[in-house]
């Protein structure tokens, strides 16, 4: 079986974006690329989390081609290979339907530095324009926003996040959402206060060598 510590990875963090509420049931999707390999570890389209088996994950080419895997990978596999494809510097890519997040999404509206663990995407976690999910067209459009931030809204869709490892890229999920409903709540009383671009400059150079990230 290629690629098992991937695949682990795949059904651990599987379990914990429901453990974190971040998704129920079999929502969202993960991506791990082992670089060395040339290959993909993706989730399975429509399987549970809980039940979900390291032998159930779908090992990939970049192009697509599946190598392993008798289920159909996700099918948001277009964005997911999109990304790894175009981001040299990641290597996984967690996408959800986070109920704070997704709710700024469908506001259409960018994430603000409301909060400077906004840090953990860039200055701000922009939008990506509405497509129909699964298609070239939603890839397409979350190519354009991303650019070299970690994460971006997907309007009237949800988020996705990517990360040099699958942990970074699911604290990142984790983050946002914790923003997200900041941003929603402060929204409610009045106008927040936004974070200039030179401190959010700041609080990225000290990202860097925080704790134990890697
Ligand atoms: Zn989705």
Request: charged residues 20%; neutral net charge; contains cysteine.
């Amino acid at each position: 079986m290629r690629l098992k510590l991937e695949r682990e990875l795949i059904v651990e963090y599987g379990r914990k974006l429901i453990s974190s509420n971040l998704t129920t049931g079999s929502g969202g999707n993960l991506s791990i690329i082992n670089r060395a390999e040339n290959l993909i570890a993706i989730k399975p389209s429509g399987v549970d989390y809980l039940i979900m088996k390291p032998e159930d994950v779908v090992i990939v080419t970049p192009e697509g081609k599946i190598v392993e895997g008798t289920l159909t990978p996700s099918s948001e596999i277009r964005f997911h290979l999109a990304l790894l494809n175009y981001r040299s510097d990641i290597t996984s890519v967690v996408h959800t339907h986070q109920v704070y997040a997704t709710t700024i999404a469908c506001m259409n509206w960018e994430l603000p530095a409301v909060h400077y663990l906004v840090g953990f995407a860039g200055n701000k976690v922009p939008l990506a324009k509405y497509a129909t999910f699964g298609t070239q067209a939603l890839s397409d459009n979350i190519l354009a926003a991303i650019g070299n931030y970690n994460a971006c809204l997907m309007a009237n869709h949800g988020i996705v996040t990517v990360g040099a490892n699958i942990g970074a890229a699911f604290a990142t999920a984790e983050e946002l959402e914790l923003v997200s409903r900041l941003y929603y709540q402060a929204k409610c009383i009045g106008e927040p206060v936004i974070l200039s671009d030179d401190e959010m400059a700041i609080i990225g150079e000290k990202f860097k060598t925080y704790g134990q990230r890697k």
